[in-house]
């Protein structure tokens, strides 16, 4: 297993390596890294299997490493200070080590990275890579705005003020709050993927709607919905027996 070291004191770098070889005899520290620009520069050439972190580096707070690059590795944080640890497990964080730390604890997070990885290996999972589980658990970036075209002039609609995208003549087009129509390239499989579906409901094929646009929700013939938006819309939206209970659901999750 190759190992990153991230820790801006180099005689605790020192002492970390000695304990993780120690605990972990065929693992490789591929690197002692003491800055939050060194680890970006390293990390976009390559990423090892595992990362020890300090939270406070040479040149700032090791979070915004993962506010400039994708990490796609589990990390074990090494600090002096508990403040950081809910930001800790939302940056791929397995285990949150305290300093001083010893043979005992490093011994146990490593422990418990290969646990993690044997359970997903063992039950066959399909995210048996363990690069590919943290990339699955890594919060989400959902799309804040499109870029549209308007005669000859661009305009970038934030995505908090479309109330809904529908297909007209196979092409996509988005509606804003105030009503506002503006055509987008993509499709709208394309555009759902890119939104958050805790925002953004498909209720059929041709219309996919926004939650803060829904005016009214009532019971229609064969056990359908017919939603009334806050902007006017072209036809009828009818919820399909098949989906009232999904979109029901959707709806209360609040």
Known sequence: ???????????????LARLITAAEPDSRIVKTIQSVQSAVDFLQETQPDLIFMDVQLADGLCFEIFNRIRVNVPVIFCTAFDDYMMEAFKANGVDYVLKPFSAETIAAALSKVRNLKNFFQQTGNTLANFSQLIEKLQPRSYKKSFLV???????TINTDTIAYFFIRNESTKIVTMDGQQ??????????QRQLDGHDFFRLNRQYLIAFRAIKEVEHYFARKLCITLKVTTEEKLLVGKDKTTLFLSWLDDR
Do not use: C, F, W
């Open 149 to 155: 075209i308007n005669g000859q002039k661009y305009h």
């Open 182 to 191: 503006y055509q987008v390239p993509q499709s709208l499989e394309e555009v």
């Open 1 to 15: 297993m190759e190992i990153l070291i991230i820790e801006d004191e180099l005689k605790t770098a020192r002492a």
